[in-house]
C-alpha cells in the first residue's frame, strides 16, 4: 500500500525552506505559492512545495524591481 503524502501547515513549510513564516505568507500571496485554505489556516503538499521552489518560484519577480540604480545629475 502506498502511503499518502500528509499536509503541513506554514510552521512546517518555513522550517523545510529554512525561511521565517513571514516568507510563506508572502509567497503565498505575491509569488503564487502551492497552498490550500483549510478554514482560516493554509495547508501544504511538500512535493508541491518543492516543486514550486525547483520550478523558480520563489525567485519569480512581480512587478517593477525594487532596486534602484545611481544617476549622474
Known sequence: MI???RWVG???V????GV???SVYRWIEKKGLPAHRVGKLFRFKLSEVDEWVQSGGAGKTNGPST???KTNG
Do not use: I, P, W
Request: no cysteine.
Open 3 to 5: 502511503a499518502e503524502e
Open 10 to 12: 506554514v510552521e512546517d
Open 20 to 22: 521565517n513564516k513571514s
Open 67 to 69: 532596486s534602484r540604480k
Open 14 to 17: 518555513a522550517t523545510h525552506l
